[in-house]
């Protein structure tokens, strides 16, 4: 389970280091895609195969199922962390991202997947979110918490 929100930097090749606390749920090969909203998304390999079939069940006449495959594999790629915990973040992700602008990030642990932010950018899609928690009490109502 991943949780909670850690500030880390991209070394100057565009690696990142992955929380200690992250790395054995990421043993063995991990994919690393565009997430929503300009972020990067981190999956481990099992969690990544089930989307990847729920996405592939979509019908490939329906356009909006069309785009939902190209903006989840076109550009994921596989990978595995180093020795030091590290993953590389190739370049056109990291534009993607707006991290080639930076070297600070933000990891975030969302259960069963990670993103990566820039900074800023999780500062204002986290106060987004927590307005819209705020204005809107019946989404809590919703999921039955």
Known sequence: MFLGQYSYTLDDKGRLTIPARFRDELTGSIVITRGLDRCLTIYPIDV?????????????????????????????????????????????????????????????????????????????ANARQMEMMDEDPA??????I
């Open 48 to 124: 990544w195969d089930e989307i990847a079939q729920k996405v592939n069940a979509l019908p490939i006449t329906d356009p909006r199922g069309r785009a939902l495959r190209r903006v989840f594999f076109a550009d994921a790629m596989s990978a595995e962390l180093d020795r030091q915990g590290r993953i590389l973040i190739p370049d056109r992700l990291r534009d993607y991202a707006g991290l080639g602008l930076t070297t600070e990030v933000v990891i975030v642990g969302l259960d069963r997947f990670l993103e990566i932010w820039t900074p800023e950018r999780w500062e204002e």
């Open 139 to 144: 989404l809590w109502e919703n999921l039955q």
